[in-house]
């Protein structure tokens, strides 16, 4: 993987579920901003994000 260490798009979204797994049990609320980078990543599995947001029980009005 290109890029510097530690600042992969994979490692963004290991630390936000972390960060979220931990206020979850905090009972804490957490505020994510996501910001859509025109063409920041080559590809992203639409149908495989769909279903993971689904089984992380994101609430689908929120899935866009």
């Known amino acids: 993987m290109k890029g510097r260490k530690q600042r992969s798009a994979i490692d963004a979204v290991l630390n ?3 960060n ?3 206020t979850k049990s905090r009972e804490n609320t957490l ?3 996501l910001l859509d980078v025109k063409e920041a990543f080559d590809y992203v599995a639409l149908k495989q994000l769909i279903k ?3 089984k992380l029980k ?3 009005n929120l899935i866009n």
Request: with cysteine; hydrophobic share 80%; proline share 0%.
């Open 58 to 60: 994101i609430l689908i």
């Open 52 to 54: 993971i947001l689904i």
């Open 20 to 22: 979220a797994q931990m």
């Open 31 to 33: 505020i994510c901003l």
């Open 16 to 18: 936000l579920v972390h």
